[in-house]
């Protein structure tokens, strides 16, 4: 049988939440391709595979920052959703704001879910995981590609 | 017949002398008498009489006029001379009798008219006979035409007399009346003038109150302009203020937002990364280099509590949403939910009067509820928690309770208890930050309230807040 090759794109600006997050997800027992970008354009690029990224896979789920350098991650959220091409993608908020006025901002912008960082590391990689198992194992995600 | 009688030449000079006398006699004189005297002295008369015509009750009367105590009498010859009187005086015309008796007398009546009337009859009586001659009946004829013009004339002088009479007095009265008026006239003038003089007086008199109020009117107005600029640039100030307060608000939201992101982010990477070498170093680190990390972890979370306590505290205000009209049993039953677990797990009892609609922030009440019986079922004694929530009616306001059978406050830390992230245990005691009562404090702050509390430790507290009935804060 063969195994699934699922690609993730997180989109962060932190490189220790991402090495995190690479921590969380390398000890999962799916086969998984994470990819980051830090900045916000960086990820519209790698959505429209433009420039360097003209040969990186098309993501089965986003993982997205809010407060990102260049383009921050509620207009990365609006042009993703605003796509014909990327919006059936699932873009999970992934954030340290607990704010209220960022979680129903994001939602309103089409965000398919909104999760605040956990402070604990175990709980962290937990919820990393979880997403993971959510958005790849138990949700039914739209077809690969999608005829242009 | 008498020799004289027939001569012409003396009668001419005795009518002249008639004549002469007639026109001048006066009104003054009694022209009967005069002409009879006449009569005797010019013309030969021995008797001579006037009969006038009075009317009496429309009854023709003939009285007579003659010379006293003469010794004859014509008329005591009977009715008969009356009747020729009164026969002239109806024809008009003269006539002449005899009259036989004692002694032959000849009578000759002279009618005397005046203005077309036989106003008197004149009997001249002779004591001799024959007939008179037609000269001296001519003459006599004359006499008596004059005797009537002069008898219209002395009536018309009467008339005139009387009539400047009237005059005069008409005159007189008139001349007093207008004396009388004239003064009276003087008088109004007098008055009129007096009060010109008094009007004049007034005018003056309110020309000065008018100018005086002019004054004042311009003293209020400038006092009032005054006012006016100085509310205006009071207004300026509260708006300048308000427009700062706003800046300083939006600025506030702007630190909160920051504190909820980007002050977390690097005590979660402090946390999280602690934590990996902990579990993956397990092995190289000893008991003591373990539980200094445990210290690290720790603070990292504890820090990130009070940010987010913070947080909390401050979206009081920056969060808040407009009062409205609220069942506060519903903002009540909210927050019984949200401590459902704590509920079950402490076996606590919630009990609760009837309350009322109040004006709030739905959230807000229901978050002032949650941490207010939350502390008092984390502040619990030995026995089970009881709580009782109530509400009175104090006329502008409600008051509400939550009493509970805690361990109490000393009432010497009424103050301390609702600053922020002040604490009257340990942690180790009691977990938490020290942030929910003073998060009480500003939410009923906020509603223009009050928050307090009594108690008496070991017996558990009562806290009070209160809740305006009127809008007052928003």
Same mark, same amino acid.
């Given at each position: 049988m063969m195994v699934k090759s699922i690609n993730i794109l997180l989109v962060e600006d932190n490189p220790g939440d991402a090495d995190l997050a690479r921590e969380a997800l390398d000890s999962s027992k799916m086969n998984n391709n994470l990819q980051v970008v830090d900045d916000g354009e960086k990820a519209m690029a790698f959505l429209r595979r433009e420039g360097p990224y003209s040969n990186v896979p098309r993501p089965d789920l986003i993982l997205l920052d809010l407060n990102l350098p260049k383009k921050d991650g509620r207009q990365v959220?609006?042009?993703? &959703?605003?796509?014909?091409?990327? &919006?059936?993608?699932?873009?999970?908020i992934f954030t340290t704001s607990r704010a209220e006025e960022d979680v129903l901002k994001t939602y309103d912008l089409h965000a398919n879910c909104y999760i605040t960082k956990p402070i604990d590391l175990n709980q962290f990689l937990h919820v990393v995981r979880s997403i993971e198992d959510f958005w790849l194992s138990i949700v039914v995600l739209p077809p690969k590609e999608i005829s242009k | 017949m008498n020799e004289s009688l027939q001569n012409q030449q003396p009668y001419f000079e005795g009518y002249v002398q008639a004549v002469q006398y007639l026109t001048g006699i006066t009104v003054h004189q009694e022209l009967w008498t005069e002409v009879v005297s006449l009569m005797v002295k010019f013309f030969s008369a021995d008797f001579a009489a006037i009969s006038e015509r009075q009317n009496e009750g429309g009854q023709i009367v003939i009285g007579c006029s003659r010379p006293e105590n003469h010794p004859l009498d014509a008329w005591s010859h009977g009715a008969g001379v009356k009747g020729m009187v009164a026969e002239v005086f109806e024809s008009g015309f003269f006539a002449t009798a005899d009259i036989r008796g004692d002694e032959n007398l000849k009578v000759l009546l002279l009618p005397i008219t005046s203005e077309n009337r036989t106003t008197a009859v004149l009997v001249i009586?002779?004591?001799?006979?024959?007939?008179?001659?037609?000269?001296?009946?001519?003459?006599?004829?004359?006499?008596a035409g004059i005797i009537g013009t002069t008898h219209s004339r002395l009536s018309s002088e009467t008339e005139l007399r009387r009539h400047r009479n009237m005059l005069e007095d008409i005159v007189i009265k008139r001349t007093s009346e207008l004396g009388e008026t004239i003064l009276k006239l003087k008088q109004e003038i007098l008055q009129r003038t007096n009060a010109e003089a008094a009007l004049q007086l007034m005018n003056e008199e309110l020309e000065i109150r008018v100018a005086d109020r002019t004054e004042k009117l311009k003293t209020s107005m400038e006092s009032l302009q005054e006012e006016i600029y100085r509310r205006k640039r009071t207004e300026e100030q509260i708006k300048a203020t308000l427009m700062e307060l706003e800046r300083s608000n939006k600025e506030l939201e702007q630190f909160a937002y920051v504190a909820s992101h980007d002050l977390q982010e690097p005590l979660r990477m402090v946390s999280s990364y602690t934590q990996l070498l902990a579990q993956r170093y397990e092995n190289q680190l000893d008991d003591k280099a373990q539980k200094f990390m445990g210290y690290a972890v720790d603070g990292a979370v504890r820090m990130q509590r009070l940010i987010n306590d913070l947080l909390a505290y401050s979206r009081v205000s920056t969060q808040g949403k407009t009062l409205g009209t609220i069942d506060s049993h519903a903002a009540l039953g909210e927050a019984l939910r949200n401590l459902a677990t704590a509920i079950?797990?402490?076996?606590?009892?919630?009990?609760?009067?009837?309350?009322?609609?109040?004006?709030?922030?739905?959230?807000?009440?229901?978050?002032?509820?949650?941490?207010?019986?939350?502390?008092?079922i984390k502040f619990r004694g030995a026995d089970l928690p009881r709580i009782s929530i109530s509400a009175c009616d104090l006329g502008r306001e409600w008051r509400f309770s939550v009493q509970d059978n805690g361990i109490g406050i000393e009432t010497q830390y009424a103050e301390k208890v609702f600053a922020i992230f002040q604490r009257l245990h340990t942690r180790a005691e009691y977990p938490g930050t020290g942030i929910g009562l003073a998060i009480c404090k500003r939410i009923v702050e906020r509603h223009g309230g009050r928050i307090w509390f009594e108690s008496e430790p070991g017996f558990g507290s009562t806290f009070f807040f209160t809740m305006p009935k009127r809008k007052e804060t928003a």
């Open positions: 959220l609006a042009e993703i &959703k605003s796509d014909e091409n990327l &919006k059936r993608i699932p873009v999970v | 009586v002779y004591r001799s006979e024959g007939d008179l001659s037609r000269a001296y009946l001519n003459t006599c004829l004359a006499i079950e797990e402490t076996r606590a009892i919630v009990i609760n009067d009837d309350l009322p609609t109040i004006r709030a922030d739905a959230t807000q009440l229901s978050q002032l509820f949650q941490n207010l019986i939350g502390n008092a």
